[in-house]
């Protein structure tokens, strides 16, 4: 059973301080042009982190900088944002980033993440978990509706 819980959000986003104080680098963390990630080791956990909208991937510096002692954390770059391409023929669409998601796990040998998602992140984590539940080991969204706007919502976001 999958859980979703906002305790681990807040823990996530309160380590921000607490790696300043500390003096943890992810210096050691592997920069490729579309993912941000720590060295794989087979006995850890992994996290899969999903920005949000206009964000990329060095969102998450700090929180990876925290639990890569821990786990094998994982930044992507969404299609058409930070380090990643604007493509013309992909759909920007929450089914089309999870099936990003989806590939980029198969890719790189991730059976299961942990995954956490901010804002359109935790929509696109919402429908990975709804297309492919067993890649999903549990789920955190942070500031994420889980009810797709309407049209009228989407006309007023400017």
Same mark, same amino acid.
């Given at each position: $059973? ?33 993912? $941000? ?67 980029? $796990? ?13 804002? $359109? ?38």
């Amino acid at each position: $059973m999958m859980k979703i819980t906002s305790f681990f959000a807040a823990v996530l986003f309160c380590l921000y301080p607490l790696e300043h104080r500390q003096g943890h680098k992810v210096s050691d963390s592997l920069i490729q042009k579309n993912v $941000m990630n720590t060295k794989p080791e087979d006995n850890r956990p992994n996290i899969l982190f999903i920005h949000g909208f206009p964000m990329s991937k060095r969102i998450w510096k700090s929180q990876i900088a925290v639990l890569k002692k821990s786990f094998n954390c994982y930044a992507i770059d969404l299609p058409g944002y930070g380090d990643n391409d604007f493509k013309n023929d992909f759909e920007h669409s929450t089914d089309s980033y999870a099936d990003y998601v989806d590939g980029f $796990m198969s890719e790189n040998g991730i059976e299961k993440a942990n995954i956490i998602g901010m804002s $359109m992140g935790g929509s696109i984590a919402l429908n990975l978990t709804r297309r492919y539940p067993e890649r999903v080991q549990s789920l955190t969204i942070i500031h994420t509706s889980a009810i797709p706007d309407t049209e009228a919502e989407k006309l007023n976001r400017d």
